[in-house]
């Protein structure tokens, strides 16, 4: 199955373009629209990419996403649980009842009304709680592991025993991580209470029943102070450049340099993160206007919490290297999409050798696994904003403090980064008292 969203080449009235979807089912091929028109300046990838941006119609960019992603969740589940090549009225019928503003029976023409009220909850809840796009694909994706255990399922089914019979599947047919299977289970538990609130469930095992799960903690990964100053002034090799490299068991392997600008901006990005505590969302949205003096003040798209951050000088000669470049909304930094940065950050720190081994352990059907890796593999867009949390604690500042900066609300967050910091801090006393004694 191919599904695509892309804009009409044909403007409206008033500017925008309509949205078009081409869908390809064992062969048969549709193209519609969906009902909505946006801007060219805010569409990329098939999706509404400007977190406020509302059309002339009112429509909000995430009630647009919220029906792209539900397509595509309907259109996966319809060929999967189809035999037969439909024809492309089937298909219009399909795309015409999920864009109706009215519960769509399930594509498999089986479902029950347990999906449509799935359906109901996820819109629902989404324009009440201004869910992020990631937020919306989550709760697509709980809907396909629902459908793919039993596309008949209904309220009576969870019971204890089948409560435990869908955690069994998503175990042990869906090869899920334990920590996985817990928050489909807690994504369970929310829709089930929402539907025992509006009366339409009357199963009570959901509130009493308590499975058990093994998930155990990931490491917390983050670079050390000399790390992220390394990075920070590492000579990015020109492109197709040839580095030679060892990994942590000391073997040598070539690497050939493909994209030394992307690299660049990698770097001044995750650098930014890792010296103001901003998230990858928060600091794909900051403006110049943002910026006042020795601060930064920014909205953050998590929590909505408005933060002041004060700027060191490390995060001031980062701004100041793009100062007199144009990038489109008045933004202050040369931003590229999270996927692209987590591989160039990967590679980057690859570069720089940052090749600790570090070993998790988690649950995944019932077997315990342990996963060796060098630290560079399990780098990520985040690291840099957990790099400012330990580094900030570590070095003496009081919790209550950098909770300030990161916008944490309790210390349960924040339990995670003490934790790190206390051992640090023991470390370092250790390396105190012997070189005291020598």
Same mark, same amino acid.
């Given at each position: ?89 089937? =298909? ?6 999920? @864009?109706?503003?009215? /519960?769509? $029976?399930? *594509?498999?023409? +089986?479902? &029950? ?107 917390? =990964? ?6 992220? @100053?390394?990075?920070? /002034?590492? $000579?990015? *090799?020109?492109? +197709?450049? &040839? ?128 996963? &060796? ?66």
């Amino acid at each position: 199955m191919a599904i695509r969203f892309y804009l009409d080449n044909r403007p409206n009235k008033v500017g925008e373009h309509p949205i078009r979807v081409s869908v390809c089912v064992k062969g048969t091929k549709t193209v519609s629209t969906i009902g909505h028109s946006v801007t060219p300046e805010v569409w990329a990838d098939g999706t509404v990419v400007k977190a406020k941006y509302t059309n002339s119609k009112g429509i909000t960019g995430k009630q647009i996403n919220a029906e792209i992603m539900k397509l595509q969740a309907c259109f996966a589940e319809y060929e999967l649980n189809t035999t037969e090549r439909p024809d492309r009225r089937r =298909i219009r019928d399909i795309i015409t009842a999920n @864009l109706g503003r009215k /519960h769509s $029976p399930d *594509p498999s023409g +089986g479902g &029950t009304s347990l999906f449509s009220d799935l359906d109901r909850f996820i819109n629902a809840e989404s324009l009440s709680g201004q869910w992020a796009h990631s937020t919306i694909r989550c709760w697509g994706t709980f809907r396909s592991h629902l459908f793919k255990h039993n596309p008949h399922i209904s309220y009576d089914d969870f019971d204890e025993d089948g409560i435990n019979h869908f955690l069994t599947f998503l175990r042990y047919k869906q090869k899920l991580t334990e920590k996985t299977v817990k928050k489909v289970y807690t994504h369970l538990k929310w829709f089930l209470g929402w539907a025992k609130r509006k009366g339409l469930c009357e199963q009570t095992a959901i509130g009493i029943y308590r499975p058990k799960f093994k998930v155990l903690e990931k490491p917390v =990964i983050f670079l050390t102070k000399e790390e992220l @100053l390394k990075l920070y /002034h590492f $000579p990015i *090799p020109r492109r +197709g450049t &040839t580095v030679s490299l060892r990994d942590f068991e000391g073997r040598t392997y070539e690497k050939r340099i493909a994209c030394e600008q992307s690299l660049e901006k990698t770097r001044d990005l995750f650098c930014f993160c890792a010296f103001t505590s901003l998230r990858y969302s928060d600091m794909a949205k900051v403006r110049r206007t943002d910026v006042r003096g020795d601060h930064l003040y920014v909205t953050t798209l998590k929590t909505n919490d408005r933060i002041p951050i004060d700027l060191n000088a490390f995060a001031k000669e980062i701004l100041a290297k793009y100062k007199d470049e144009d990038f489109p909304d008045g933004l202050a930094l040369p931003v590229i999409s999270n996927q692209r940065m987590n591989r160039h950050i990967k590679e980057l720190c690859e570069l720089c050798g940052f090749n600790e081994p570090i070993t998790r352990v988690y649950f995944r059907a019932g077997e315990r696994i342990c996963e &060796t890796k060098a630290k560079w593999q399990m780098i990520g867009t985040h690291a840099g904003r957990r790099t400012f949390i330990c580094f900030a604690l570590s070095s003496g500042i009081p919790p209550q403090v950098v909770m300030k900066w990161t916008g944490h609300a309790d210390y349960k967050t924040m339990r995670p980064y003490i934790d790190v910091a206390e051992k640090t801090k023991s470390e370092a006393m250790k390396v105190f008292e012997e070189a005291m004694k020598r």
